[in-house]
């Protein structure tokens, strides 16, 4: 064998023995892929082909006391398109014109427009645009229309119509009551919808899909892994006339006298609900908006409202009567090395303490809360603490309640001024909220209740937990100091400073507040600043509602006190209320009308069926909308509350998809 072909047969044994360990290696690697390592080969896989993909929850919905919506999610769509569809240019071009057309009818510009767009996306170089943004925020019955569009019809794969779903919190009484029904995002969790987030989000489920071609998930099964759990729908406790009827009275007065901020809340005197809240916030345009939750989240000097506080904690004490006369001299007072001055000019002389109150008078307080307790303040302090004006309300709205301060002996704010002072309502804090739960205890014969938001907590018909009236002390007073300042209350109003308020048609009562504000900046004398505010229920007589009203820094030129300012709009409220939402008796184990109601519910299906446009005059507005867009309707509406007009008559032929238009009273 020659020297060159034993060098041959050598490279090909060495050839072969790489071989066979490379193939044996290979052995060795599927083998160790397959038995060893194979789970974790496995996971990789699935992980990159399976997911869970998570099934969010429905978020519950918000209603007021009768079921109208306050909040609620409704479904949202981004519209996008695979401009490489439909893989026919023939077919592309048969329908781009019709489809262009559908689009510009409904979301503006011009059919050209849609053209160029969409032919742009269909021709980009190196590859067609697959993801083109067509329209954002669509809602359901616009989405169910344009899926119908020519191209879009043929469905994702075919058509390239990509829809992606999101849910929105709507509130449909718009900014009304913004604040306190609240809203759980990027702004924080205020309000109801806070508070209760963990109820109205629910639990979400999840199910395993599988990645196919183009980077679509399909399911792998027909049911869910885990099903998710609706968030629970919070009944609260306001009503939707009332609210609507203290905002616009709240916002009409802001407005006239350019006031800076402002809150109105109207409470059920027997349960404590709250059946309207408003608070209205100035923006550097002008213009007013739910800011803050002024009403539970503001504490301020309250002024004058806060010397029922005082005569209350001195009758119970029995330092002063009704009768007490007191010297308030020209109106002009000097005490501990200040003066203390009446708004009359000349002063009252010698009243009453109960005139005192009727034509609130900062000297006769001060004298007559100094002369009685200036020895022992701690005993007028105890009373004060005694009637919890020292403590927050402990609201379901846990995060933002203002916390009151009522200084004591000892105190850093504590001086010999500060008896004098708190006795008219200075170098103290409450929230409106506060101060109304204690007037409300006044009208409720002494007894205090606590102001609550939310009724129920419901899973569809069925009641999750219920909130029940909280009685925080059944008597703040005696009967006898209750009888004294509840004619007060009325007299101010018949014959004090609230005189401009008294109608011979119907009773109120109540007290007004005017109290400076920032008075220790240097440009006070300048530049003054003033709280008016009005606090009281209404009847006089077995007062079904208490009201609370209160404006900050209105314009000076226009007026400030509180019988001017905050006074009207308490008026203009409890009219109206019993002007437009009568008070009836309350009937006892009336029997539910069983044919009434499938009668209530057989017109209704009578009217999603029918073909001519039904009247929803009078309908509360979510009513009326949810009615007309069932029938296939786009609705269109301004304003809240119930329907006062429809652009399109009843009667007439029903067009489906046509624009009707409501005006909300």
Not at 204 to 210: E, H, L, N, Y
Not at 494 to 502: F, S
Request: glycine residues 8%.
């Amino acid at each position: 064998m020659s020297v060159e072909k034993k060098n041959i047969l050598n490279r090909a044994y060495i050839v072969f023995v790489f071989m066979t360990l490379f193939f044996i290696a290979i052995i060795f690697k599927l083998f160790n892929i397959q038995y060893v390592e194979g789970d974790k080969y496995i996971t990789i896989s699935e992980e990159r082909t399976i997911k869970n993909d998570t099934i969010y929850a429905n978020r519950g919905n918000v209603y007021a006391d009768d079921g109208s919506l306050l909040a609620t999610s409704m479904m949202r769509y981004d519209i996008r398109f695979d401009a490489s569809k439909p893989d026919s240019n023939e077919l592309f071009e048969e329908n781009i014109q019709a489809l262009s057309k559908k689009l510009a009818n409904m979301l503006g510009d011009t059919p050209s427009y849609y053209v160029k767009k969409i032919r742009t996306a269909r021709n980009r170089k190196p590859k067609p645009n697959r993801y083109l943004l067509i329209t954002r925020d669509l809602g359901y019955l616009d989405y169910q229309e344009m899926k119908m569009f020519p191209i879009f019809n043929m469905g994702v794969y075919k058509g390239g119509f990509i829809a992606e779903q999101s849910t929105e919190r709507e509130h449909p009484l718009g900014k009304i009551s913004e604040r306190t029904i609240g809203y759980d995002d990027y702004r924080g969790a205020p309000g109801i919808e806070g508070a209760f987030k963990d109820y109205l989000r629910g639990k979400s489920g999840w199910r395993m899909k599988q990645r196919i071609a183009q980077g679509q998930w399909k399911p792998i099964n027909d049911n869910n892994e885990v099903e998710p759990q609706d968030g629970r729908d919070i009944i609260t406790t306001i009503n939707v006339n009332i609210q609507d009827i203290a905002h616009h009275s709240l916002l009409k007065q802001l407005e006239y006298y350019e006031a800076d901020h402002g809150c109105v809340v109207v409470m059920e005197t027997k349960t404590g609900e709250i059946k309207a809240i408003s608070n209205l916030g100035k923006t550097p345009s002008g213009k007013y908006y739910e800011r803050l939750n002024y009403a539970i989240g503001e504490s301020h000097e309250p002024g004058s409202a806060f010397k029922l506080m005082s005569m209350v904690a001195a009758l119970e004490l029995k330092a002063i009567d009704s009768g007490t006369v007191v010297d308030t001299g020209e109106g002009k007072y000097r005490m501990y090395g200040r003066y203390i001055h009446d708004s009359k000019k000349g002063g009252y002389g010698e009243i009453s303490a109960a005139r005192a109150l009727e034509v609130s008078s900062n000297i006769g307080f001060a004298r007559l809360i100094d002369e009685s307790f200036g020895e022992d303040p701690d005993v007028f302090i105890d009373a004060l603490k005694k009637m919890h004006l020292d403590k927050t309300l402990g609201l379901s709205i846990k995060k933002g309640e203002g916390i009151p301060e009522i200084p004591a002996p000892g105190d850093d704010k504590w001086s010999k001024n500060a008896l004098p002072s708190i006795a008219y309502g200075y170098n103290l804090r409450l929230t409106p909220l506060q101060t109304l739960t204690f007037y409300n205890a006044i009208a409720n014969n002494g007894e205090m209740v606590k102001p609550r938001l939310v009724n129920e907590i419901r899973a569809w018909d069925k009641k999750v937990k219920v909130f029940d009236k909280e009685v925080i002390d059944p008597k703040i007073c005696s009967d006898a100091t209750i009888d004294k300042v509840q004619e007060m209350l009325k007299n101010v109003v018949i014959r004090g400073t609230g005189e401009t308020l008294y109608s011979e048609d119907f009773s109120m009562a109540g007290k007004t507040g005017t109290a400076r504000v920032e008075y220790w900046m240097k440009d006070w004398s300048t530049n003054r600043r003033y709280t008016s505010s009005f606090t009281g229920y209404f009847p006089a007589k077995n007062p079904k509602y208490s009201c609370i009203v209160v404006i900050h820094k209105p314009n000076l030129e226009k007026g400030y006190y509180g019988a001017d300012v905050s006074g009207p709009v308490f008026k203009d409220i409890a009219q109206k209320i019993y002007r437009d939402i009568p008070v009836l008796e309350e009937i006892e184990n009336v029997a539910l009308n069983i044919d009434a109601v499938n009668q209530d519910f057989e017109s209704y299906n009578k009217a999603t069926q029918s073909s001519i446009i039904p009247n929803v005059k009078g309908m509360i507005a979510m009513d009326a909308v949810a009615l007309l867009e069932n029938l296939g309707l786009k609705v269109e509406f301004e304003g809240s509350g119930r329907v006062k007009k429809q652009s399109i008559q009843s009667g007439k032929s029903l067009v489906r998809g046509t624009i009707i238009k409501l005006e909300l009273s």
